[in-house]
């Protein structure tokens, strides 16, 4: 089943890979029960980008893939083959198949923007029509154009059993935070440890979309962590962030996630 533009821009998702992975297995399975695992305290997602974590390679939220192939509810493959056999496994697969491709350096000729790693994937289908995470864009491959796009390797998600739940569910304790000696913090570790803190976030108020309260806490941080992180952005071009406004948004963080806790206390660990 294709997915389009749109499904990408709502998934919450770390990587290229994961954005195509959430908008296709939406339309099978309800993702929300693999958020198990995508919670981090904001103590220790702004601590590790202090000390030199980079957004493009943080690994300290399960990727859903994994989380899904772990629950029995996916299973994928990878083959790093030449540019015809990659082609004929694409259009032999059921539509039901997830299929990525790396994108090699041809794919970005004559784009203003490209993907931060290396490793990019696209999404292509049996009709080779493909789908870019970053930058969004989508089009469609004829032989020529598809050996010359390809990267050398591509990675296949199947549907395994839609009837598998997850054994284990939220063992976390999400704890009461504060400020602690993020004074030296900078704008730009600030702006990708907002990142993080972000997707997470989202992926919780949807683990948690049957208990009203802790939803809708979550809810109002995730509009605020929104609201904070375009503004970063913006001031961050401009120039005109400034330690003192790092720190009031910070506390304001941090204010928020001692309500979630709240929250989450109140029910207790019964999920």
Same mark, same amino acid.
């Given at each position: ?147 010359? #796009?390809?990267?050398?390797? !591509? ?7 839609? =009837?598998?739940?997850? $054994?284990?569910?939220? %063992? +976390? ?35 948690? #979309?049957?208990?009203?309260? !802790? ?7 995730? =509009?605020?962590?929104? $609201?904070?992180?375009? %503004? +970063? ?39």
């Amino acid at each position: 089943m294709t997915i389009g533009k749109k499904e990408l821009t709502q998934a919450p998702a770390l990587s290229c890979i994961e954005y195509y992975f959430l908008a296709w297995l939406k339309k099978y399975y309800p993702i929300e029960k693999l958020y198990f695992n995508s919670y981090i305290s904001a103590e220790k997602v702004f601590r590790d980008f202090l000390n030199g974590a980079k957004y493009e390679s943080y690994t300290e939220i399960e990727r859903i893939q994994d989380t899904a192939e772990q629950c029995g509810v996916t299973v994928h493959n990878f083959y790093r083959t030449d540019a015809d056999t990659a082609e004929r496994i694409i259009c032999s697969q059921a539509d039901d198949t997830l299929c990525l491709m790396r994108a090699g350096d041809a794919f970005f000729e004559g784009s203003k923007r490209r993907a931060w790693r290396e490793d990019h994937y696209i999404s292509v289908d049996k009709q080779l029509a493909w789908l870019n995470e970053y930058p969004l864009t989508e089009g469609k491959f004829d032989r020529e154009t598809f050996r010359r #796009a390809y990267g050398g390797a !591509i990675l296949l998600y199947r549907l395994k059993d839609l =009837s598998s739940a997850p $054994k284990s569910k939220i %063992t +976390v304790t999400v704890d009461m935070q504060g400020i602690k000696n993020f004074h030296s913090l900078g704008e730009e570790e600030f702006e990708e440890a907002l990142g993080i803190l972000r997707v997470s976030r989202k992926r919780m108020e949807a683990f948690y #979309a049957e208990r009203e309260k !802790i939803r809708e806490v979550l809810h109002a941080e995730n =509009s605020f962590l929104d $609201k904070v992180y375009f %503004t +970063v952005h913006m001031r961050r071009i401009r120039g005109t962030v400034g330690k003192d406004i790092l720190c009031d948004m910070l506390g304001q963080i941090f204010e928020r996630e001692n309500k979630f806790a709240e929250a989450v206390s109140d029910y207790g660990q019964d999920m």
